[in-house]
């Protein structure tokens, strides 16, 4: 009896502890780093105090460390340190942008959900001296949270005291009831830029470039229908974003200068993005909204010719593209930079690569390495015959040969050989360099320059890296599908206004363990879905 008793009590102790621990580890991963895996999507309360029609505007729902500790948690042991410092750097390079110091003024009491929007104020030379003021330095509105009721307080008026005590002019006045208080300051050794602040209901602090950006602010606030909080259409569409710790949403005349985007071609669109952080990857999920984009149709990639046309792909691919129908996509002013870019290759590829993409109505993959390019389409999608009066004023000359028993088309261009001697004549010697080849394997047209990839077609071809950064995508019928591996991915970012940026305020590039990235684009029911990968995985 009494040792049934003991069982019992072994029982209990056990069932206890197992319930504890569980209890500690949903604590951890919900409160702890690795919870932003999994963060839910909402509008914090600074998008109360921006417009709707705001060109830029971005909400960060994390305080500045959990950034920090997600990184030195899902980094390698060997660059912990490397990726934790790296992620402060961006940190406190962004808050410096706005002439603040993070680790002095704000890591004391920063809690999470930061704002930041960029503001259009075209009526700016009547808004009074501080906007004027700031023209150069562009309209924006920061909104921070604190953890406490006397934080935020207590920054604003070791803030405004540190630069009165260093000859700052301070202007205090009353708007909508709210205490203004407006003035130029700076980190020490940066110019002075200007700056104004406000709290809302002690815990909200408001920082913006010049009174009259805040003035805006308060505005909107007071009107539902002004500002994104209340915006019924921004909620719908963060339900379909799902998770994320990061939130942007740009409209048009945003695009050119905040995203590093042709906004002439993206009149009356509208942008909502979330960043997630994946292990130690990041994931994006977009929402590009068009006027009219309700009567435009754009086709699915059929996944049996996806399949076929990934299975050709050279497995030492650096660059690897699915197309679905990219003759069409071309005419979409907005889609055409993308699909040019997919499709580009490198330098002296040949005149073929883009009068196949301009021709190709159908599934196309692109893919280039080392060994070469290489496209592959449905065997009449093109045909033959539709590329021969374009390839022809090119000047290439087709002919028949077999490699390996295969039939196979190339293209030659006669031209002088002016490193050669001359024949007895006089007259230069010609050669006929090889500038395409066509074959058809399996129902599928291979297209190409070098035959060492014709040769190695139809052999063992395991997944490769490219291919699972499109399967982790997850966007299988997305008819622009684009994975790249760490080369040509870095040089595409540092391409890429905004990512330039980032590494300026980071202090150093944030590329360097970057292995590769991937994205795909298909249409929604309001516009056209965007998902990105960049992957910052072990190398394969």
């Given amino acids: 009896m009494k040792a049934r008793s003991f ?80 992620i402060e750097r961006l940190r406190d390079g962004a808050f410096a942008a706005a002439g603040l110091d993070y680790r002095n003024e704000l890591a004391a009491w920063l809690a999470p959900d930061i704002g930041l929007a960029l503001f259009d104020l075209p009526d700016a030379g009547s808004a009074g001296s501080m906007v004027r003021s700031d023209q150069d330095n562009g309209h924006w509105l920061l909104a921070l949270r604190s953890r406490d009721g006397d934080g ?20 205090v006045s009353s708007y909508r009831g709210m205490g203004l208080i407006s003035g130029r300051g700076a980190l020490l050794g940066r110019p002075s830029v200007p700056l104004a602040t406000a709290l809302v209901d002690d815990d909200l602090l408001l920082i913006a470039s010049g009174r009259g950006v805040l003035e805006q ?32 949403v740009a409209h048009a005349q945003g695009f050119g200068g905040g995203l590093g985007l042709p906004s002439a071609s993206a009149a009356g669109a509208e942008l909502v993005a979330s960043v997630r952080p994946d292990g130690p990857s990041l994931r ?31 497995g030492s691919s650096d660059r690897l593209g ?16 993308l699909v040019e870019r997919v499709a580009a290759l490198m330098p002296g590829a040949g005149p073929l690569p883009p009068l196949l993409v301009a021709a190709a109505d159908g599934p196309l993959l692109v893919a280039e390495g080392p060994a070469g390019w290489l496209m592959a389409t449905p065997a009449d999608h093109p045909t033959p015959q539709a590329l021969e009066a374009p390839l022809a004023a090119a000047g290439l000359i087709p002919a028949p040969l077999e490699v390996e028993g295969r039939a196979v088309t190339v293209w030659t ?22 500038e395409a080849w066509r074959s058809d394997l399996d129902g599928i047209a291979l297209w190409g320059r070098s ?24 966007a299988g019928s997305a008819p622009i599908q684009w994975s790249l591996a760490a080369a040509p991915a870095r040089d595409l970012l540092r391409q ?20 590769g990235l991937a994205v795909a684009l298909e249409p929604a029911a309001d516009g056209l879905r965007m998902r990105g990968w960049l992957d910052y995985g072990a190398a394969a």
């Fill in 451 to 474: 035959l060492a990839l014709l040769e190695g077609a139809g052999g063992a071809r395991g997944a490769q890296r490219r291919e699972r950064q499109l399967e982790g995508l997850e």
């Fill in 322 to 337: 699915l197309l679905h129908d990219p003759a069409g996509l071309l005419g979409d002013p907005l889609l055409r930079p």
């Fill in 152 to 171: 935020a307080r207590r920054f604003v008026q070791r803030f405004w005291q540190t630069r009165s005590l260093a000859g700052t002019d301070l202007q």
């Fill in 7 to 86: 069982l019992a009590v072994v029982l209990a102790l056990g069932l206890l502890a197992l319930s504890l621990g569980a209890v500690g580890w949903w604590l951890v991963w919900q409160r702890g780093p690795l919870g932003l895996q999994h963060h839910p999507l909402s509008l914090p309360r600074a998008a109360r105090f921006v417009p709707r029609q705001a060109p830029l505007s971005l909400y960060v729902l994390s305080d500045g460390e959990q950034p920090v500790a997600y990184a030195r948690a899902v980094a390698p042991a060997r660059s912990r340190r490397q990726a934790a410092e790296a």
């Fill in 284 to 314: 994006v999920e977009a929402l590009l909204q068009r006027p009219g984009d309700g009567d435009q149709a754009t086709a699915a990639l059929p996944m049996a010719e996806r399949r076929s046309l990934l299975a050709i792909a050279p």
């Fill in 217 to 248: 602010a308060l505005d909107v606030s007071q009107v539902d229908e002004l500002n994104q909080a209340a915006d019924p259409a921004l909620q719908q569409r963060l339900a379909g974003l799902g998770d994320g710790v990061a939130l942007l």
């Fill in 496 to 515: 890429w206004l905004p990512w330039r940026r980032l590494a300026t305020l980071a202090g150093g590039p944030l590329d360097g363990e970057l292995r």
């Fill in 413 to 434: 261009r006669l031209e002088a050989d002016r490193s050669a001697r001359q024949d007895r004549s006089g007259v230069d010697r010609l050669q006929a360099p090889l």
